[in-house]
């Protein structure tokens, strides 16, 4: 951040008083510009016995699979924002069945929440995000070609979970070394 988007004066990295980081804070209107972490929610999508994964149309992992997910918007519950997502992605009607997974990435700044959900209709197809949307049995996922390690362990936990008939609710922080420009969410 350079600017305040207030009032348009140039921003300093400092600890305001009373605070315990680094903020960026206008030189002239004194505005404490707060920087929180990105929530990403999406769904893992099923039907029967496969799940709906998206090729993605978009960087970052242009071409790779992952499950229909993005940034939460204002105004919208995190549930929402998962619907909201399988539909822009995957032009799927979802109907939830809980959070299922939670990953935190604080060396990225991002917080992933993923929905489970049964497919409404199998009437899908690939959103402006999207190049292709397909449906998935375990043995047929594309392992080695999935665009994130959330997205991965997701898939695991509900197929591990599925032999169970049983989907407790995970949560995980996952440490990354930081490389030097490159985020591994």
Known sequence: M??????????????????????HVCDGCE???????????????????RVLLCRRAIEPRHGFWTLPAGFME?????????????WEEAEASIESQGLY????LPQINQVYM??????????????LES????LFAEEEIPWKELAFPVVKKT???YFSDRTNDHFPF????????????????
């Open 2 to 23: 350079k600017f305040c988007s207030h009032c348009g004066q140039s921003v300093s990295l400092m600890i305001p008083e009373g605070d315990d980081r680094k903020r």
């Open 31 to 49: 505005t404490i510009h707060y920087q929180n972490p990105n929530i990403i929610t999406g769904c893992l999508p099923i039907h029967e016995d």
């Open 74 to 86: 204002n105004g919208e519950t995190t549930e929402q924002g998962a619907l909201r997502e399988s």
């Open 101 to 104: 997974t939670l990953f935190n």
């Open 114 to 127: 993923f929905y489970r959900g049964t497919l409404s209709d199998l009437k899908f197809a690939p959103g």
């Open 131 to 134: 190049l292709e949307v397909a």
């Open 155 to 157: 898939l695991k936990h």
């Open 170 to 185: 995970r949560s995980e922080d996952l440490i990354y070394p930081r490389l030097e420009g490159q985020n591994k969410p």
